[in-house]
Nanobody, 123 residues
Framework: QVQLVESGGGLVQPGWSLRLSCSAS????????MKWYRQAPGKQRELVAS???????NYADSVKGRFTISRDNAKNTVYLQMNSLKPEDTAVYCC?????????????????WGQGTQVTVSS
């Protein structure tokens, strides 16, 4: 149906920036929400940021003012610009998207996840 592929993770020092990308592919009719989650070792998965099809955004309190989520609807891609990174931002970051796919006979709903990309913030 719909596949998501993330890129842009890596190892950076505290205070540095990274930009994550997540591209959706497949028989996409429309995408509703695109979201970034993260999971650190020994911790529960956390919703970091979300963006609706119309551009409305929401952020976790822990990243407000430092992270910015954006999307390019023409490319079915969502981005996460992460500035002023802290060691506590270290986690595997996964993107999630939901919407409608085009089927052979009829459309259907999808809720897809990427494989995740590691972000490590350490001096």
């Amino acid at each position: 149906q719909v596949q998501l592929v993330e890129s842009g993770g890596g190892l950076v020092q505290p205070g540095w920036s990274l930009r994550l990308s997540c591209s959706a592919s497949g028989n996409i009719f429309s995408i509703n929400y695109m979201k970034w989650y993260r999971q650190a070792p020994g911790k529960q998965r956390e919703l970091v940021a979300s963006i609706a099809s119309g551009g409305g955004t929401n952020y976790a309190d822990s990243v407000k003012g430092r992270f910015t989520i954006s999307r390019d609807n023409a490319k079915n891609t969502v981005y996460l610009q992460m500035n002023s990174l802290k060691p506590e931002d270290t986690a595997v970051y996964c993107c999630n998207a939901d919407g409608v796919y085009s089927g052979s006979y009829r459309n259907g709903f999808f809720d897809s996840w990427g494989q995740g990309t590691q972000v490590t913030v350490s001096s």
